[in-house]
């Protein structure tokens, strides 16, 4: 079985992340996939960035729930390369998606709904999902496991993907239970004999943030389903 490659927030290990040339440079590269978060500004638009607030990642502060699309647009998203790319915009869900018209790259939509409960997160994300037609090539993934079983039981077909940090009891059961396709551990956790378990169980394995050589290795020997890394360029050449 061949690995694929995520990029993580795109190709965050160089680019900033989760912005359109982030994505872009994970697409050029040949990543299979990226990885990207979803959170909902105050006037209920889906918006791609990681933490609950800009604080970090922009030159902004507040939290995204509180500020409108109008004003996340404002944000400069380019983080710690500003001298290498300089602006770059928040997207929205809805512009990676426009985007990804013309690849063939699948896309793995984490829902960041675990601080901050965003109403309508998952009714909104998947009509989005059904709008362009992208059931087979979005994955939804989540901390939040009951976000999750209601991704399920709004979308009988959408892969449905469990993130977690420590070590799950027979986590294909578990998967199993809440109707999900796939595992997201975090790399350390993905010990091999519970990689090929799940797998032979019909789960995917696909670890996060892969980003040493040898922890690359490792996971693509077993083989793991996918590898969720920073530096989809580095992996691409190490892996194929």
Same mark, same amino acid.
């Given at each position: 079985?061949?690995?694929?490659?995520?990029?993580?927030?795109?190709?965050?290990?160089?680019?900033?992340?989760?912005?359109?040339?982030?994505?872009?440079?994970?697409?050029?590269?040949?990543?299979?996939?990226?990885?990207?978060?979803?959170?909902?500004?105050?006037?209920?638009?889906?918006?791609?960035?990681?933490?609950?607030?800009?604080?970090?990642?922009?030159?902004?502060?507040?939290?995204?729930?509180?500020?409108?699309?109008?004003?996340?647009?404002?944000?400069?998203?380019?983080?710690?390369?500003?001298?290498?790319?300089?602006?770059?915009?928040?997207?929205?869900?809805?512009?990676?998606?426009?985007? #990804?018209?013309?690849?063939?790259?699948?896309?793995?939509?984490?829902?960041?709904?675990?601080?901050?409960? $965003?109403?309508?997160?998952?009714?909104?994300?998947?009509?989005?999902?059904?709008? $362009?037609?992208?059931?087979?090539?979005?994955?939804?993934?989540?901390?939040?496991?009951?976000?999750?079983?209601?991704?399920?039981?709004?979308?009988?077909?959408?892969?449905?993907?469990?993130?977690?940090?420590?070590?799950? $009891?027979?986590?294909?059961?578990? #998967?199993?239970?809440?109707?999900?396709?796939?595992?997201?551990?975090?790399?350390?956790?993905?010990?091999?004999?519970?990689?090929?378990?799940?797998?032979?169980?019909?789960?995917?394995?696909?670890?996060?943030?892969?980003?040493?050589?040898?922890?690359?290795?490792?996971?693509?020997?077993?083989?793991?389903?996918?590898?969720?890394?920073?530096?989809?360029?580095? #992996?691409?050449?190490?892996?194929?």
């Amino acid at each position: 079985m061949r690995t694929e490659i995520f990029g993580h927030r795109g190709s965050a290990g160089t680019h900033p992340e989760n912005t359109m040339i982030s994505f872009k440079e994970a697409a050029r590269v040949g990543a299979d996939g990226i990885e990207l978060d979803v959170q909902m500004t105050k006037d209920g638009e889906l918006v791609i960035i990681h933490d609950e607030t800009v604080n970090r990642t922009t030159n902004g502060k507040g939290w995204v729930k509180d500020l409108t699309l109008v004003e996340i647009k404002k944000l400069d998203a380019s983080y710690k390369f500003k001298s290498k790319y300089g602006f770059c915009e928040i997207p929205t869900l809805k512009e990676v998606f426009k985007w #990804a018209k013309s690849n063939n790259i699948l896309i793995n939509v984490e829902l960041k709904n675990g601080l901050v409960q $965003y109403k309508m997160l998952e009714e909104k994300t998947i009509a989005l999902i059904k709008e $362009y037609k992208y059931e087979k090539r979005v994955i939804l993934s989540s901390f939040n496991h009951y976000g999750m079983v209601k991704c399920r039981q709004l979308s009988p077909t959408i892969e449905i993907a469990l993130l977690f940090m420590e070590g799950i $009891y027979e986590p294909w059961d578990y #998967a199993n239970r809440l109707q999900a396709n796939s595992i997201h551990p975090y790399h350390p956790v993905a010990k091999k004999e519970i990689v090929i378990e799940a797998q032979k169980k019909g789960i995917k394995v696909r670890p996060f943030t892969v980003n040493d050589e040898k922890h690359m290795k490792r996971l693509a020997s077993y083989p793991c389903s996918a590898i969720i890394t920073d530096y989809p360029e580095r #992996a691409i050449q190490l892996l194929r």
